[in-house]
Structures are given as C-alpha cells and as structure tokens.
C-alpha cells in the first residue's frame, strides 16, 4: 500500500492542530499552576491528554509509513519520504509541524519546573506543619558552622 501526499497532509495538519491546542493548553495551564487551581488543571490534564492520544497516533502511523518507504534506510525513512514528495506544502507543513514540537516540548519544560517548584514549597509547608523542621546552617561566634537550632541562643545572660 503507497501513501499519498493527501493521507500525509491530512495527518499533519491534525497534528498541527493538536499541537497549537497543546500550546493553549500549556499556557492556560501554567495559570493555573501559578494560582494552584486544582479543579482547572484536572480538567487541562484531560485535554492534554487528548491532544497527545492524537499525536501518538500519528507517530504509529508515520512509522508505520517511514518503514514502508525506506526499507534500507528505517532511521531516515520519514525525511526520506518527505523529501521524495513533489508537494511543497507537505514539505513546509512538516516544517511547521516540528517547530510545533519543540514549541510544546519547551513550554512543558517551563511547566514542569513549576510543578516541581510548587512541590518544594509544599514538602517544605508539610514540614512545618509536622514540626520536621530542617534547621539553617547557622554560624556561631567562632565561626563554626551549625545546624542544631536548639543549640543557638539568642542572647546570653
């Protein structure tokens, strides 16, 4: 079965779409990070994982397709089909498309950070309401550094 340059078009700009769905996605729910909405990000978890069913999907089936294109060459096989194509808007939607990508793969990073960010400061919170306080390494007058808080007095009599 031969793919044609329509089926490889359909395909990207579906992904296309799922990606600039995504970008909304990321954004709005980097709001809701900042103002920790659990209720918004749920519902953003869902979608994201909608948008990314999509392009998992699509990721089979350009495998799929590479494998039948490039039967000496599997690693090369989707460049080397979209190359093969005498269709320029395939060739620049494929451009536009993996811009996309690293678009969405920076923005999760930014996201990723803030939930990692928002999880410190809610160790640190559980901590404090456990009484599990790390103290500060503090230095005393002999310049000794010390990490027992009972051991630090703030005056003496």
Known sequence: MSVTPQAIQGQIVADIKACESLLTLFESEREALKIRDSDALEAILQN???CIQI???SAKQRAIWSQQAAQNDPENGWDTLIESLSHTQVKEQ???LKELFKRC???NEINGRLVARNQQVFGRLIEILRGQT???NLYNAKGSA???AGSNRFGEA
């Open 55 to 57: 392009l998992e999907n």
């Open 48 to 50: 994201k994982n909608a």
């Open 134 to 136: 790390n103290a500060p």
């Open 105 to 107: 793969k920076e923005e």
């Open 94 to 96: 494929w451009g536009t």
């Open 146 to 148: 010390s990490s027992n």
